[in-house]
């Protein structure tokens, strides 16, 4: 499938280099090569791949290739300055993609400077607005894929359940065994496993990452550091509290979700949740990277411990609150106190099995599925 992106980042070639980054099997080398044929003689190179690290090395890449892709790069060694003086030094009519599976943040530590030389894009696995667009299949039908099968491209089109159970065993393990490895050392390998399972369990529930530490008898720092490195390597994310103080919702739980919808254990509710953040999140990164706005993706806690599962915030104002329910529309009586607090926000109770949308005061009642197709991503 040709993916949303594609066009967008064909558009911004034209004018910048590119970074794209997103979770490993996302789809990105796919995008790549489909970006590739739009343009003459265009040359991908991995820096993992023997032959094509040499080539990197000596420049010695095809001087009428219009596109250059560059893979995994960032493990070259200063690589950022070398960028530099490969993009400045290029041919005229000369452009480059750089792909990456890592967190998109690495391009902007400290180091050689490559401001006003690129634009930046995430990938992310298939949400219900996307398949809607470049398949004619109802929004129904596309949660009820991504609930089934996670959004990562080759579970999503297996065409049996089998082939993407199958698909997500070695994909979890290379996980641990592969990335994780580069990024701890062999003996924590065991301990960050259990890490990632108890989290799979924990998907939705403010994260104490002290009580994680005394369960898997490690200090609070390195339970902080592997979540840390679980965020770096695109396995989970997280979403911090909503407070007008940033400093202490910096310092309040997180709540944790994965990228693959398809690890979280539990049950159906816990699952349509982590599909609903996920989703929120493509359509926030997406907002970011094409029109650069400043929005960002939190959940809303209160002293006495009422919880909204999302609320959407730019320059620091909420504009949407989302409570996800799996059947029940029963309307919680703090997000219609939520919905009367901040009036310019909009208020969603989504439903994922809902007879009739109806509004409820300030609060909309909406099929999940018919609102998340409305997203912007």
Partial sequence: ????????????LARKMVFLSGPRQTGKSTLARDLARKWPNAQILNWDVAGDRQVILKQSWSPVARLLVFDELHKMPDWKAWLKGVFDGRMDGQTLLVTRSARLDTFRQSGESLAGRYFSWRLHPVTVKEWVSVEAVSPEAALTRVLERGGFPEPFLA?????????????????????????????????????????????????????????LQISPTTAARYLDILESLHIVFTIRPFHRNIARALLKEPKVYFYDTGLVQGDDGAR????????LLRHVEFLQDSAGRAISLHYVRDKDGREIDFAVCENGDPILFTECKFSDATLPPYLAAIAE??????????VRHLRQPEQRGRVAVESAAQWLANLAA
């Avoid at 499938?1 to 594609?6: A, G």
């Avoid at 701890?184 to 496993?193: D, L, Q, Y």
């Avoid at 607090?341 to 989504?350: D, E, Q, S, V, Y």
């Fill in 159 to 215: 065409e049996q359940p089998l082939d993407a159970a199958r698909w997500r065993q070695q994909y979890f393990e290379g996980l641990i065994r592969d990335d994780i490895l580069e990024f701890s050392r062999i003996g924590e390998v065991r301990a960050m496993r259990h890490f990632v399972d108890m989290l799979r369990s924990r998907v939705g529930s403010p994260l104490s990452l002290a009580s994680l530490a005394r369960d």
């Fill in 272 to 279: 349509y949740e982590n599909a609903c953040a996920t989703m």
């Fill in 341 to 350: 607090r901040f009036p310019l926000a909009k208020t969603t109770l989504l």
């Fill in 1 to 12: 499938m040709e993916r949303t992106l594609t066009s967008l980042i064909n558009a911004d």
